[in-house]
């Protein structure tokens, strides 16, 4: 009799993009190109490894003060306050109010987990929303339920036949959501979609969710990746903080800083009263404690080397921006080749996106044919990782996207 003897196959939603990347690699044919990958990749198709990064690693190495004990269970101070200015503005208002509490986690996921885990045990929240579609297959749902919410819900986010927000369903969806509910925002670069509320619709978003007694968590990964600057895409978390909400954002600092893999990630609470600050601190750091003791240092030694010295954090942001017209390089010149063949459709979305991912509006079938006949790797929803692209296959991408629209029906 074994212990395991009825453990079951967990559903494959939740790590189709893994799967599809070992397919990927697997594939003998030279044509085959990754349009799943979501991490940077330079015109070369190579992972960058930012030289800002590299610089800072080897002044750390060099730094005789450092050691390799434990950090804080609240992790690396300078790393989280830098991080959190980065996001609220160094003129913030509620940070110069000692109404911000903030603590590094194991990146933008573990900063989730953590907000759910207190949410669930503190403010006994039951009830999430996220968008639909959401990132990561769903993962959104897999984090907030096995934290204990007991249910989670939807809020319309896109619409297949214009191919943009369906922001009519999205109101709808936020009215009707019972008091108290989470909605989970995405603060710029909507993934998977690349598709962002305008100031105007963030307002209306906003005005839904106070009168309507809902709390905001902001997901915010792709800060200053999205647009190249970091001012605009913190813009709609600033707009909640300027309207007095109280919020939590999670953050995350695997794509600006190109960290994937050293999970860099920081948590950011925004209160209304400051003395709700001490027993707010001692509850996070006991569940922080319970669950991984503190987190490792070396990806936040980094980000706050860069950050407290100017010369280096100029640098960072020109990498930024570098990663950033890159991406919206590809989706221009892909559009273009698109229009050119005359492609049965509209493909003005591929530019009005934002972000490392685009919907394209392939079907499943078009995908099938992309993956198996043309050899180019994509999530079956029709998203495309934009760092896939090359100035050496967009030519083939193009044509292979022609004629998945032309052969095969949707």
Request: aromatic residues 10%.
């Amino acid at each position: 009799m074994s212990f395991f003897a009825d453990v079951q196959t967990g559903p494959t939603k939740y790590t189709q993009a893994f799967a599809l990347t070992k397919a990927f690699l697997d594939d003998k044919s030279p044509k085959k190109v990754n349009l799943g990958v979501g991490a940077y990749r330079t015109d070369e198709g190579k992972p960058w490894v930012l030289p800002v990064v590299r610089k800072a690693e080897k002044l750390l190495v060099e730094d005789e003060s450092l050691n390799k004990e434990y950090l804080p269970v609240l992790g690396l101070d300078d790393f989280s306050s830098g991080s959190t200015r980065m996001v609220l503005g160094g003129d913030s208002k509620a940070i110069a109010e000692g109404r911000v509490i903030s603590a590094q986690t194991l990146s933008g996921t573990g900063a989730l987990r953590i907000a759910a885990e207190f949410l669930v045990r503190q403010l006994n929240a039951s009830i999430f929303y996220n968008s639909d579609p959401t990132w990561g297959e769903k993962n959104h749902g897999l984090v907030f339920l096995l934290s204990g919410f007991k249910e989670g819900r939807t809020y319309r986010y896109w619409d297949p036949v214009k191919r943009c927000i369906d922001f009519e369903g999205l109101k709808e969806d936020l009215e009707n959501a019972p008091q108290n509910s989470v909605i989970v925002l995405h603060a710029c670069a909507h993934n998977p979609t690349g598709s962002d509320p305008t100031k105007e619709q963030w307002g209306v978003i906003a005005d839904i969710i106070k009168r309507r007694k809902l709390f905001p968590l902001f997901d915010s990964a792709y800060q200053g990746f999205a647009s190249g600057d970091l001012e605009n895409d913190a813009w709609s978390i600033r707009y909640f903080v300027d309207k007095g909400f109280e919020l939590m954002c999670a953050q995350s600092f695997a794509k600006n800083f190109g960290l994937y893999n050293e999970r860099v990630g920081n948590l950011v609470f925004v209160v209304s009263d400051p003395k709700v600050i001490a027993p707010v601190k001692s509850q996070l750091l006991l569940i922080m404690r319970g669950m991984y003791s503190n987190p490792p240092s070396h990806g936040a030694r980094i980000v706050a080397k860069v950050m407290k010295e100017p010369e280096l954090y100029n640098e960072w942001k020109e990498c930024v921006k570098i990663m950033a017209n890159r991406i919206l390089k590809m989706r221009s010149e892909l559009r273009n080749r698109l229009e050119a063949l005359k492609t049965p459709g509209d493909w003005s979305h591929i530019t009005t996106q934002i972000g490392m991912f685009s919907y394209t509006g392939l079907t499943p079938k078009q995908v099938e044919y992309m993956v198996n006949e043309c050899h180019i790797y994509m999530m079956d929803t029709g998203r495309i990782s934009m760092c896939g692209l090359t100035c050496s296959n967009i030519d083939y991408v193009a044509q292979s996207i022609y004629d998945a629209v032309t052969k095969i029906a949707a």
